[in-house]
């Protein structure tokens, strides 16, 4: 379901690509991992035998799950807001505080990406992977950096639509 700009407009083509591409691969992604949890339920319990590696696996790609929702959530407007006072804010702080908000948010992504990025590249260089199945790290920490980049560059485009105001005055 495409939610596009809070004023009500219809979203762009670049948003409903992200959208959707995102939404498919967050649904693999959990998929995959629910398969997996059964799996290992089973084989634990019915045959004494677990998944080996099960652990990591799934770190991995509850990690991939959060890292690939967070841009759709970005675009979607669906992060937890306190609302309580926007029937009763004037329109200038309500436009302030959504440019100053998106913009801060932007700004803390953008740094996040960046400490990612700089983390990948100590892992690929020190080659570090998981304790059980040798999975190098550095491929998903890349990933995580480049989500995190677009979570940024959607904040900074949010920044810049028209607000709404969530409640109507009455």
Known sequence: ?????????????????????LGVVTAIVLFIMMTLTCVDVVGRY?????VAGGLEMIE???????FAALPLVTLRHEHVTVDLLDAVTPDWVLRAQHF???????????VLAWQLWIRAVRMLGYGDTTAVL?????????SMSALMGLSALIFLVLALRRPA??????
């Open 1 to 21: 379901m495409s939610h596009g700009p809070p004023d009500g407009g219809a979203p762009s083509v670049l948003d409903r690509a992200i959208e959707w591409t």
């Open 46 to 50: 019915a045959f004494n035998r677990p």
């Open 60 to 66: 991995i790609l509850v990690a991939a799950t959060v």
């Open 100 to 110: 100053l908000g998106y913009l801060l948010s932007a700004a803390v992504c953008g």
């Open 134 to 142: 040798r999975i190098p790290l550095y491929p998903l920490t890349y």
């Open 165 to 170: 105001r969530r409640l109507r005055k009455d």
